[in-house]
């Protein structure tokens, strides 16, 4: 038997699916937006970069030399540093502390994947804000 729908019944499955597509299209254009990344927040104008005159890279809007310096050391960071660094929040930060206490110093970036909670989606998007110094224990 097929299914037959009155005028109301009609109007309101076609609200209905008004509705959905207008979600679907929303939902859509929010996940395919280009998301703006806020800006740093410690950055100095390009303009006070520039010296008398010359055309520096970072006059030109290029990132200046001093972001790359900016490392935190896995093997000397503490919890509110770990924090600080972007997608890991104060759980996961307490955790790779604990990694390090109890498995000694990290030797390589990389092995921050024995961390639990941290996946190779999170280690590519810190990579470049951590490194590893000298694993070796110091002498005092």
């Not at 299914?3 to 699916?17: D, F, H, P």
């Not at 597509?21 to 998301?35: E, F, K, M, Q």
């Amino acid at each position: 038997m097929p299914l037959v729908l009155n005028a109301a019944e009609r109007r309101g499955a076609l609200v209905l699916l008004l509705l959905l597509s207008i979600g679907t299209g929303y939902d859509l254009w929010r996940a395919w937006r280009p998301v703006a990344s806020p800006p740093p927040t410690d950055a100095r104008p390009a303009d006070s970069l520039a010296v008398a005159g010359r055309d520096t890279a970072a006059a030109r809007g290029a990132a200046p030399t001093v972001e790359a310096a900016r490392t935190l050391d896995l093997n000397q960071a503490g919890v509110a540093e770990l924090d600080a660094l972007p997608g890991i929040g104060p759980v996961l930060a307490r955790r790779i502390v604990e990694f390090r206490r109890e498995h000694g110093p990290f030797r390589r970036v990389d092995e921050l994947r024995a961390v639990r909670g941290v996946g190779p989606r999170l280690l590519e998007r810190i990579r470049p804000s951590v490194a590893v110094g000298d694993a070796r224990p110091q002498a005092p």
